[in-house]
């Protein structure tokens, strides 16, 4: 490029090489390879922009058109050669296309500079990733919905503090983690909205002079919208980071299913029985089946929650606008990326093989005074002030405890000793299926609620039931 000291695209104005050491420590190709797709459809769209506004004739259009789809063909079977001298995917594009075409490979930066390239990558990519969770979240939600249909009408205890509270449907609990899994799709919904604005155009950071239509670009590549101010958008990570906060967030779901998953297969709970194929055994202990999926996932979510902090730490004190740091904003969005994926779509196999130990389910659905709030709510019923009620029931339980007995095993005479209030009409209350049964306010565990919930999301997620 008219210089013989430095062979880089940038190397004008020096006198000296890099050093070996600076090149391995600058690089990124090594990471950012993964971006190439994004980085080809992105100068195909600037290229096919420039031709429109007389920068590019025809044929050098098509001359640049052909060399990067027969890069991209290179890359895709694996015989491209990355360099890390090229320090990163947009100069080792560049530079294999110059290489390939000549001087029309030699125009295709005009308008552009790097730092607007990789923001239109990074978009491009993000958008992709929202897409691909969106459906890796539904993948999630339609397991829920299918164990919460299997298991209609089978109670279990809820808990608070881990202490037994309250009975509940199974098909409850699943559909409570189906809402939480729905709030992470909407939250990656939202934040594609702010991911799918056009960067490209603000160039260095200043914007460009050159003739160039920047809603053209817009258009080619299904973008909403163009970026309104150019040093914004040179050093705009926002929407990395929010993207990065969704997935923490889907990531955090994600171990609070598997703390449940670890503590419901063991053998004090054994509530569930997660298949063979998704434990392992212990290389000591012949009887161990572990279950270290769950636990990986649990673990893992150090990692997501450590690439939210790192992106974050990362920008915090960078002026505007493009500085080098941003580069090492991508290889936490990658490994969060890879995370979370992996993360919910080995989720989603395992639910679909999980099951519920029925008979263990009851038996402590019928132990630990769960309609314990039953019996106040009937005192409350019979104008009892609840605080009273509370009260003696809570005396009725001590009394249990001593008995070594559940409130159902109680008379109709000891338990009136507790309150005259009290009729033989208490039985129906006291018993688990009542209790649930009872709780039809709306988002209550009740077993019509409960069914109007599976039957709105079986709709959603277009599951036909049998
Ligand atoms: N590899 C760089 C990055 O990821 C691309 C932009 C480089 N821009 C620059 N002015 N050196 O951020």
């Known amino acids: 490029?008219?210089?013989?000291?430095?062979?880089?695209?940038?190397?004008?104005?020096?006198?000296?090489?890099?050093?070996?050491?600076?090149?391995?420590?600058?690089?990124?190709i090594s990471y950012d390879q993964r971006l190439?797709?994004?980085?080809?459809a992105g100068s195909k769209a600037h290229a096919t922009?420039?031709?429109?506004?007389?920068?590019?004739?025809?044929?050098?259009?098509?001359?640049?058109?052909?060399?990067?789809?027969?890069?991209?063909?290179?890359?895709?079977?694996?015989?491209?050669v990355f360099k890390s001298e090229l320090e990163d995917i947009h100069m080792?594009?560049?530079?294999?296309?110059?290489?390939?075409?000549?001087?029309?490979?030699?125009?295709?930066?005009s308008a552009r500079s790097r730092n607007d390239q990789i923001a239109l990558d990074l978009r491009l990519y993000l958008r992709d990733q929202c897409d691909r969770f969106m459906l890796l979240l539904d993948e999630t939600r339609r397991a829920f919905v299918v164990l919460a249909r299997k298991y209609m009408g089978q109670m279990m205890p809820?808990?608070?503090?881990?202490?037994?509270?309250?009975?509940?449907?199974?098909?409850?609990?699943?559909?409570?983690?189906?809402?939480?899994?729905?709030?992470?799709?909407?939250?990656?919904?939202?934040?594609?909205?702010?991911?799918?604005?056009?960067?490209?155009?603000?160039?260095?950071?200043?914007?460009?002079?050159?003739?160039?239509?920047?809603?053209?670009?817009?258009?080619?590549?299904?973008?909403?919208?163009?970026?309104?101010?150019?040093?914004?958008?040179?050093?705009?990570?926002?929407?990395?980071?929010?993207?990065?906060?969704?997935?923490?967030?889907?990531?955090?779901?994600?171990?609070?299913?598997?703390?449940?998953?670890?503590?419901?297969?063991t053998q004090e709970f054994s509530f569930v029985q997660i298949a063979d194929k998704f434990c392992t055994g212990s290389s000591i202990m012949p009887q161990k089946k572990n279950p270290d999926i769950p636990e990986l996932i649990r673990g893992k979510s150090g990692r997501v929650v450590g690439s939210l902090m790192s992106l974050i730490t990362l920008m915090k004190g960078l002026p505007l606008t493009y500085n080098r740091d941003l580069q090492e904003?991508?290889?936490?969005?990658?490994?969060?990326?890879?995370?979370?994926?992996?993360?919910?779509?080995?989720?989603?196999?395992?639910?679909?093989?999980?099951?519920?130990?029925?008979?263990?389910?009851?038996?402590a659905t019928d132990t630990g005074f769960m309609t314990a709030t039953d019996l106040a709510d009937y005192l409350v019923l019979h104008n009892v002030p609840f605080r009273e009620a509370h009260g003696i029931v809570g005396r009725a339980v001590a009394v249990c405890i001593e008995k070594g007995c559940e409130l159902t095993d109680l008379s109709l005479d000891e338990i009136r000793e507790?309150?005259?209030?009290?009729?033989?009409?208490?039985?129906?209350?006291?018993?688990?299926?009542?209790?649930?049964?009872s709780r039809v306010s709306t988002g209550g565990t009740a077993t019509l609620r409960v069914e109007e919930a599976v039957q709105a999301a079986e709709e959603q997620m277009s599951i036909v039931g049998d």
Request: proline share 2%; with cysteine.
């Open 158 to 265: 809820g808990y608070t503090h881990t202490q037994r509270a309250q009975p509940v449907l199974v098909s409850h609990h699943m559909m409570a983690y189906y809402e939480m899994f729905g709030r992470d799709r909407e939250r990656i919904a939202d934040c594609r909205k702010r991911i799918n604005i056009m960067p490209l155009g603000a160039a260095a950071m200043a914007g460009t002079g050159l003739p160039i239509n920047r809603e053209m670009v817009a258009e080619l590549l299904g973008f909403d919208s163009v970026t309104a101010n150019s040093m914004d958008t040179a050093g705009d990570r926002d929407f990395a980071i929010e993207f990065l906060s969704c997935c923490t967030m889907i990531q955090l779901h994600l171990s609070r299913l598997s703390e449940e998953l670890v503590l419901w297969s």
């Open 329 to 363: 904003d991508k290889e936490p969005v990658f490994d969060a990326v890879d995370t979370v994926s992996a993360s919910l779509s080995i989720m989603a196999e395992m639910l679909g093989n999980l099951k519920f130990n029925t008979q263990r389910l009851k038996e």
């Open 49 to 80: 922009m420039l031709e429109a506004g007389g920068l590019l004739s025809k044929e050098e259009l098509t001359a640049i058109i052909d060399g990067l789809s027969a890069i991209e063909a290179r890359i895709d079977e694996g015989s491209f």
């Open 1 to 28: 490029m008219g210089n013989t000291k430095s062979k880089k695209l940038w190397g004008g104005r020096f006198e000296e090489a890099t050093a070996a050491s600076v090149e391995a420590f600058t690089e990124s």
């Open 92 to 109: 080792n594009i560049e530079k294999s296309l110059i290489d390939d075409i000549g001087p029309a490979g030699a125009k295709l930066h």
């Open 418 to 437: 507790f309150s005259p209030e009290i009729d033989k009409d208490v039985f129906d209350v006291l018993s688990v299926e009542g209790s649930i049964n």
């Open 36 to 40: 190439y797709s994004y980085d080809i």
